[in-house]
């Protein structure tokens, strides 16, 4: 568990970090991926694990080649997927879906680096595709958001999916 | 209900009610599901004693077990008291399972082992071997895959499996050091009628430059026989479409290698298969260690059971309803192969054909939009056709089977279709057909 660091995080940078959360879901509910790639760091990791579902007093070890990913991405591995959405061949996306994501309990604390911070957060996604088909994906997120000279920018998001089983046929988009 | 019309194999038509029907949807779960030999799990997935898998049969709920001996075993996931599901939990290893509502324990081999207050409120009156698990009838192993029968009169396992064992072996028995699945299952809901993702990947090379046109177009390495994005050529000496093997298809290339060239880093994987060429074909004879070892195969054993050696991805579709099922997917790897390979594997599976796979996110819709369009007054009425190439197939120098040239011909669906028939119109298993068309009479040199 992460310790807590006494030292508070400054409001001017809870604000900051808050209002950029905000700014990255409206960035991507508009599909303005490249505005939103701005927002990342070039050393970016991007992952979502599957995640296990055992009985609490099991023991069985952990998988010894990996768990497997939902996501497992770099700067580039997300650009690859920018490039399929934008290729006009992704029938799925047109005509294009109503997406709308909402973030709530923000948290912010104090990483290791001096100039990063762990930020915690909860987003909900909202789609509605063909007809009356709607279908939501929550996930927890937990961030590591580094100052630049360019501002905050995300330099890590661990994405945990509570959903066991996907409730919809594609994940088309950005958690 | 009859089906003799609802699919006509030698037109390639098939009714669209077989899509949304309530009642051949029924009748599916006695006399496909309850009756065929369904995959359970790998033995990678429960090496050790007390590990379990939880899994379906058709939408019964199934527990497999790793006994003491060794063996397998696999129980109905209900308990026998009130009915309540016994495991909650998708896998693990495990000493008893205990039933949350009244506290019945079940042992691993499926006994009573105990009920909370026997004496007290049952007078020492219940007869526990008679209570225990409700056991699933057949269970075996071939190389590694462990399948489950409900029927008593089933044929054998290696006999169901027919002359797809030619195919089987290509990933299962290439490398002495055998198979493994790998990773947690990725699990999707789909809005589609179980049959059409099986009839698509059995035998749909059509779709792949369309449907796919978008992940092919950013994945620059995609190169399939040919198949190029937008649907804009093709190449019919590339690849086969085989059938005809008691409902069981492969759709295959004949380079070698093509299943490995797709990676992002393809050396590593090119090195591998030339230092293991030669045990390949040591053990699987020359056609097959050569054409089939290495390129992109789709194995579908029928009704459920889809694997792709070269993208390699294993996956099962349990069906919940006509109009909805569950896709579970795993990463498969041969033991032989290095961990760094492995590890690559494993992440590009889930990068392709995972929850968020580039290819893989864009069947569902497709999928579900045909199993709606066979729901309506009207259209529930029409026709459907899978008759590309019809009438152009035989036999080939060296594979078993009735054979198509290339990865794009609706050949395989035709078969699929053939089979659903044969099982929704047959009582029982006497009456259903066993055929192995062109069966290889003198096998390549047996090693295994």
């Known amino acids: 568990m992460l310790e807590m660091n006494p030292a508070p995080v400054l409001v001017e940078d809870m604000i900051a970090l808050t209002q950029r959360l905000y700014h990255e879901a409206r960035l991507l509910d508009a599909e303005r991926f490249e505005d939103w790639l701005e927002l990342l760091c070039d050393d970016v990791t991007y992952r979502m694990d599957l995640k296990r579902r055992r009985f609490r007093a099991d023991r069985s070890p952990p998988a010894a080649v990996g768990a497997g990913v939902v996501f497992n991405e770099n700067i580039a591995r997300l650009k690859l997927r920018i490039d399929r959405l934008r290729s006009g061949y992704v029938w799925a996306e047109d005509p294009p879906n109503f997406v709308r994501r909402v973030i709530s309990n923000v948290e912010i604390e104090p990483a290791d680096a001096e100039n990063e911070v762990i930020v915690h957060s909860v987003i909900v996604i909202h789609r509605n595709r063909i007809d009356g088909l709607a279908r939501q994906f929550t996930a927890g997120r937990t961030d590591r958001w580094r100052h630049g000279t360019q501002g905050w920018c995300l330099a890590a998001r661990d994405i945990a999916l509570d959903h066991a089983v996907l409730p919809d046929s594609n994940i088309n988009v950005f958690f | 209900m009859d089906v003799s019309d609802l699919v006509d194999t030698t037109t390639g038509r098939q009714k669209r009610t077989i899509y949304s029907n309530e009642e051949l949807y029924k009748q599916e779960l006695e006399r496909i599901f309850g009756r065929c030999w369904l995959f359970?799990?790998?033995?990678?997935?429960?090496?050790?004693?007390?590990?379990?898998?939880?899994?379906?049969?058709?939408?019964?709920?199934?527990?497999?077990?790793?006994?003491?001996?060794?063996?397998?075993?696999?129980?109905?996931?209900?308990?026998?008291?009130?009915?309540?599901?016994?495991?909650?939990?998708?896998?693990?290893?495990?000493?008893?399972?205990?039933?949350?509502?009244h506290g019945w324990s079940f042992a691993p081999d499926g006994s009573l082992a105990g009920v909370p207050l026997e004496n007290?409120?049952?007078?020492?009156?219940?007869?526990?071997?008679?209570?225990?698990l409700v056991q699933v009838t057949h269970v075996a192993e071939y190389k590694g895959l462990v399948f489950g029968c409900f029927d008593p009169d089933?044929?054998?396992?290696?006999?169901?499996?027919?002359?797809?064992?030619?195919?089987?072996?290509?990933?299962?028995?290439?490398?002495?050091?055998?198979?493994?699945?790998?990773?947690?299952?990725?699990?999707?809901?789909l809005g589609s009628n179980w049959k059409l993702p099986v009839e698509n990947v059995c035998g749909d090379g059509y779709h792949l430059g369309w449907a796919h046109a978008g992940a092919m177009s950013a994945v620059q390495s995609m190169d399939l026989a040919g198949l190029s994005v937008g649907n804009s050529s093709t190449n019919l000496e590339g690849g086969l479409s085989v059938a005809g093997m008691n409902g069981h298809m492969a759709l295959t290339s004949l380079d070698g290698i093509s299943g490995y060239a797709f990676y992002p880093e393809p050396k590593p994987m090119m090195d591998y298969l030339e230092a293991n060429r030669p045990t390949a074909i040591e053990r699987l004879g020359k056609v097959r260690g050569e054409q089939l070892w290495g390129s992109q195969i789709n194995i579908t054993i029928f009704p459920n059971l889809?694997?792709?050696?070269?993208?390699?991805?294993?996956?099962?579709?349990h069906p919940k309803g006509p109009g909805k099922l569950e896709q579970w997917?795993?990463?498969?790897?041969?033991?032989?192969?290095?961990?760094?390979?492995?590890?690559?594997?494993?992440?590009?599976?889930?990068?392709?054909?995972?929850?968020?796979?580039?290819?893989?996110?864009?069947?569902?819709?497709?999928?579900?939009?045909?199993?709606e369009q066979s729901r309506g007054w009207r259209t529930a009425q029409m026709d459907v056709f899978t008759n590309?190439?019809?009438?152009?197939?035989?036999?080939?120098?060296?594979?078993?089977?009735?054979?198509?040239?290339?990865?794009?011909?609706?050949?395989?669906?035709?078969?699929?279709?053939?089979?659903?028939?044969?099982?929704?119109?047959?009582?029982?298993?006497?009456?259903?057909?066993?055929?192995?068309?062109?069966?290889?009479?003198?096998?390549?040199?047996?090693?295994?």
């Not at chain 2, 397998?72 to 009915?83: M, P, V, W, Y």
């Not at chain 2, 054998?156 to 198979?179: C, I, N, Q």
């Not at chain 2, 078993?400 to 009582?427: C, K, T």
Request: proline letters at 4%; aromatic letters at 12%; charged letters at 25%.
């Open chain 2, 388 to 448: 590309m190439a019809l009438g152009r197939s035989g036999p080939r120098d060296g594979f078993p089977g009735d054979i198509a040239a290339g990865l794009v011909s609706e050949h395989n669906q035709r078969y699929f279709y053939r089979r659903w028939q044969e099982h929704m119109q047959a009582e029982s298993w006497a009456e259903v057909p066993t055929y192995n068309i062109n069966s290889l009479s003198v096998e390549e040199p047996e090693n295994a």
């Open chain 2, 329 to 371: 997917t795993w990463a498969m790897v041969e033991n032989d192969m290095p961990d760094e390979m492995q590890a690559a594997i494993l992440d590009n599976q889930c990068l392709t054909f995972g929850l968020a796979g580039l290819f893989d996110n864009d069947d569902g819709d497709n999928l579900a939009a045909c199993t």
């Open chain 2, 40 to 101: 359970l799990v790998h033995t990678s997935q429960i090496p050790k004693a007390g590990d379990y898998f939880r899994t379906f049969m058709g939408e019964d709920d199934v527990i497999v077990i790793r006994q003491k001996d060794g063996s397998i075993k696999a129980f109905l996931n209900s308990c026998t008291h009130r009915g309540n599901r016994i495991c909650r939990a998708d896998r693990g290893n495990a000493k008893a399972f205990t039933c949350n509502y």
């Open chain 2, 120 to 132: 007290e409120a049952y007078f020492g009156e219940l007869d526990r071997s008679k209570l225990g």
């Open chain 2, 154 to 189: 089933a044929p054998s396992l290696e006999d169901y499996l027919g002359d797809a064992k030619f195919f089987l072996d290509v990933w299962l028995d290439a490398m002495p050091g055998g198979t493994s699945l790998l990773g947690e299952t990725q699990k999707m809901e």
């Open chain 2, 306 to 317: 889809q694997f792709l050696p070269g993208l390699n991805w294993f996956r099962v579709y």
